[in-house]
């Protein structure tokens, strides 16, 4: 699974190298080292504001925790979909076969449980690269003109690089791969170990309203 991310990275930069639009002036995000649940962040995706219409490939800020039309508004809403089942879920399914989106991360958090508690490490490519996250999204509107786009984080088991902190990951993308993703292909693999760096960090990530470069930063263990 994947509970907390963080994205510092200038908008702008990541969709030169990518190929796609940038946020709107309109729609500025400000960098975040502790992304929670129901925080609004930038995804990239192919798909136009009308069901299964197509579009360039731009950024727009979408909401954590999906929610598809049918279902009513919830404080429960997931944040990641079992990319093995995600084919065949309700919750999901839809999502998966018309409304696929990115989202870029610096990296993202994990709890191993110890006889200490349970402990946050932080994850990041070796070669520091920007994470891609597969994901899907849904649009949402209300009986009173409420309207709002909401995705999930696939997850998938976890490889080498990960497995002893916890036995699920975010599915991985390379840059390469994007493209492919965004138009419908089925790239639901395990991504390749020695990929994956990780770290303690400080338990002040607990804290939603904790935020900053420094949560991110490694501290002293007992490992």
């Given at each position: 699974?994947?509970?907390?991310?963080?994205?510092?990275?200038?908008?702008?930069?990541?969709?030169?190298?990518?190929?796609?639009?940038?946020?709107?002036?309109?729609?500025?995000?400000?960098?975040?080292?502790?992304?929670?649940?129901?925080?609004?962040?930038?995804?990239?995706?192919?798909?136009?504001?009308?069901?299964?219409?197509?579009?360039?490939?731009?950024?727009?800020?979408?909401?954590?925790?999906?929610?598809?039309?049918?279902?009513?508004?919830?404080?429960?809403?997931?944040?990641?979909?079992?990319s093995e089942?995600?084919?065949?879920?309700?919750?999901?399914?839809?999502?998966?076969?018309?409304?696929?989106?990115?989202?870029?991360?610096?990296?993202?958090?994990?709890?191993?449980?110890?006889?200490?508690?349970?402990?946050?490490?932080?994850?990041?490519?070796?070669?520091?690269?920007?994470?891609w996250l597969?994901?899907?999204?849904?649009?949402?509107?209300?009986?009173?003109?409420?309207?709002?786009?909401?995705?999930?984080?696939?997850?998938?088991?976890?490889?080498?690089?990960?497995?002893?902190?916890?036995?699920?990951?975010?599915?991985?993308?390379?840059?390469?791969?994007?493209?492919?993703?965004?138009?419908?292909?089925?790239?639901?693999?395990?991504?390749?170990?020695?990929?994956?760096?990780?770290?303690?960090?400080?338990?002040?990530?607990?804290?939603?309203?904790?935020?900053?470069?420094?949560?991110?930063?490694?501290?002293?263990?007992?490992w």
């Amino acid at each position: 699974m994947c509970g907390r991310f963080a994205l510092s990275q200038p908008i702008e930069e990541m969709a030169e190298a990518i190929g796609a639009e940038s946020l709107s002036e309109f729609t500025p995000f400000t960098p975040s080292w502790n992304i929670a649940p129901t925080r609004w962040v930038p995804v990239v995706t192919e798909n136009g504001l009308t069901q299964r219409s197509k579009a360039p490939r731009h950024f727009r800020l979408m909401r954590w925790g999906l929610r598809p039309q049918w279902s009513k508004a919830s404080t429960h809403e997931p944040t990641n979909a079992r990319s093995e089942t995600i084919h065949e879920k309700p919750m999901f399914k839809h999502a998966w076969s018309h409304r696929r989106c990115v989202v870029p991360a610096d990296g993202w958090y994990e709890w191993m449980t110890t006889v200490q508690g349970k402990v946050p490490w932080y994850h990041q490519r070796i070669d520091g690269g920007t994470c891609w996250l597969a994901a899907v999204w849904e649009s949402w509107s209300s009986p009173e003109g409420d309207h709002i786009e909401t995705f999930a984080l696939l997850t998938i088991e976890a490889n080498d690089d990960v497995k002893e902190v916890h036995n699920r990951m975010p599915l991985l993308l390379e840059q390469d791969q994007i493209g492919a993703y965004l138009d419908g292909e089925d790239l639901r693999t395990q991504p390749a170990s020695m990929l994956v760096d990780r770290h303690v960090v400080a338990r002040d990530v607990n804290a939603v309203a904790n935020d900053g470069a420094h949560l991110t930063h490694a501290v002293p263990t007992l490992w």
